[in-house]
Antibody
Framework: EVKLVESGGGLVQPGRSLKLSCAASGFSFNDYWMGWVRQAPGKGLEWIGEINQDSSTINYTPSLKDKFTISRDNAQNTLYLQMSKLGSEDTAIYYC??????????????WGPGTMVTVSS | DIVMTQSPTSMSISVGDRVTMNCKASQNVGSNIDWYQQKTGQSPKLLIYKASNRYTGVPDRFTGSGSGTDFTFTISNMQAEDLAVYYCMQSNSYLTFGSGTKLEIK
């Protein structure tokens, strides 16, 4: 069974940094692109970015490129999201998701339950 | 950035209704669009990929169509368990989600 579990969320002060983790199991982690998506309270989904299998390609939504860093550890089957200079606008549920594939097309086929990040003093 | 505009924002529907919602891209995205369902308190779930392909296990009452800039998602026979917010997402140039269409019971 494919399972993704995010951790590391919580209350953080404005301007501080936070690192989220996503533990993957039930599939060959190093065969898949992985991504992060967030959702502010009562709002829609926002793509943060994605990383390929060997970390040689990492794409970000332009507005977050200078604040967020995506990485992965294939030996630990774990995806990471390093967030810096956090502001109230970063308060959201953060989801990790697997980029499933038909070999010519990619989609988010499995999602974790999400971890809540609240930025407040 | 490619902007995805979904309409309507919300719909009041009855069980058994045919439901149609739209997604318009600010530029040509080919067929590179997916549809996701998100129920309250849950993670999103993939329903349709590459505009019209139903994902594994998705009931055939869910269909998607369109190409280029205009896309349609249809639920042919609305069920109570289909109450959710539905999002389109383009993957032609990076990834962008639409703002969602919320289905509510009339």
């Amino acid at each position: 069974e494919v399972k993704l579990v995010e951790s590391g969320g919580g209350l953080v002060q404005p301007g501080r940094s936070l690192k989220l983790s996503c533990a993957a199991s039930g599939f060959s982690f190093n065969d898949y692109w992985m991504g992060w998506v967030r959702q502010a309270p009562g709002k829609g989904l926002e793509w943060i970015g994605e990383i390929n299998q060997d970390s040689s390609t990492i794409n970000y939504t332009p507005s977050l490129k200078d604040k967020f860093t995506i990485s992965r550890d294939n030996a630990q089957n774990t995806l990471y999201l390093q967030m810096s200079k956090l502001g109230s606008e970063d308060t959201a549920i953060y989801y990790c998701a697997r980029r499933g594939t038909t070999r010519v097309y990619w989609y988010f086929d499995f999602w974790g339950p999400g971890t809540m990040v609240t930025v407040s003093s | 950035d490619i902007v995805m505009t979904q309409s309507p924002t919300s719909m009041s529907i009855s069980v058994g209704d045919r439901v149609t919602m739209n997604c318009k891209a600010s530029q040509n995205v080919g067929s590179n669009i997916d549809w996701y369902q998100q129920k309250t308190g849950q993670s999103p779930k993939l329903l349709i990929y590459k505009a019209s392909n139903r994902y594994t296990g998705v009931p055939d009452r869910f269909t998607g169509s369109g190409s280029g800039t205009d896309f349609t998602f249809t639920i042919s026979n609305m069920q109570a368990e289909d109450l959710a917010v539905y999002y389109c997402m383009q993957s032609n140039s990076y990834l962008t989600f639409g703002s969602g269409t919320k289905l509510e019971i009339k």
